[in-house]
Each structure stands twice: as structure tokens, then as C-alpha cells.
């Protein structure tokens, strides 16, 4: 499997912006469909974001779609989330995640082989 490590989460106001960015080390990154999901307190985890291996289709949660952007550098081993337009509900712990090309919903957690540790995303109003 292969190994993901986030970073790039933080405090941020209501209407801004964050990236966060997950570095995969272990096996070859582009072998893998990648995700983003986040879970907030009291809630269960819930999909954010995927891309294909190739990076040439993207999937959304309706509740970020137009503000959130997913993309993949293959040759930098690194999935991004460009978050703008942030508001408080966007407040969770953020995961990385990698399904083997293979799988075919890439909107459901336990599809996933692979989670990073999560980085926090906090919006306040």
C-alpha cells in the first residue's frame, strides 16, 4: 500500500482560502485513485473529493462542489484540495486517502486501502 502524509490544514476565516496537500510515499502514486474525505465532531466520515489516477475525472460532494478543487501532481507524488470560499461547516479533520485503480465508487470510505493521519480544518464565523 502506499503511505499518505497531510499538511496544509490551519485556522482560517470564514470566505478564505486553504490547500491542503498530501505526500504519498511507499508505491507508485499514480497506480492509485485518490480521495478526500472529512469527518467534524459527532459526524461520520464523509466524502469531500476524488480523482482518478490519471487526474482525468473528479468527483464532489455537492456541499463543496464549486469551491473545493481537487488535482494531483503525479510527478511530485502529491494530491491537493484547493478550499476557497470556506465557511464554518467546512470544520473537520481532513483525510487523504488511495483506492487501487480497480475500484469503482470512489465516493465511499471503505472503498479506500490506504488513510493518511488527517490534518484539522478549522472556519470560524
Given amino acids: 500500500q502506499v503511505q499518505l ?5 490551519g485556522l482560517v476565516q470564514a ?3 486553504l490547500r491542503l ?3 504519498a510515499s511507499g508505491r507508485t502514486f499514480s497506480n492509485y485513485h485518490m480521495g478526500w474525505f472529512r469527518q467534524a465532531p459527532g459526524k461520520e466520515r464523509e466524502f ?3 480523482v482518478t489516477w490519471s487526474g482525468g475525472r473528479t468527483y464532489y460532494a455537492d456541499s463543496v462542489k464549486g ?3 481537487i488535482s494531483r501532481d503525479n510527478a511530485k507524488n502529491t494530491v491537493y484540495l484547493q478550499m476557497n470560499s ?3 461547516e467546512d470544520t473537520a479533520v481532513y483525510y487523504c486517502s488511495a483506492a487501487l485503480r480497480f475500484t469503482w465508487d470512489l465516493t465511499e470510505p471503505n472503498k479506500y ?3 493518511g493521519q488527517g490534518t484539522q480544518v478549522t472556519v470560524s464565523s
Fill in 5 to 9: 502524509v497531510e499538511s496544509g490544514g
Fill in 15 to 17: 470566505g478564505g482560502s
Fill in 21 to 23: 496537500s498530501c505526500a
Fill in 48 to 50: 469531500v473529493a476524488a
Fill in 67 to 69: 469551491r473545493f478543487t
Fill in 86 to 88: 470556506l465557511r464554518p
Fill in 113 to 115: 486501502d490506504s488513510w
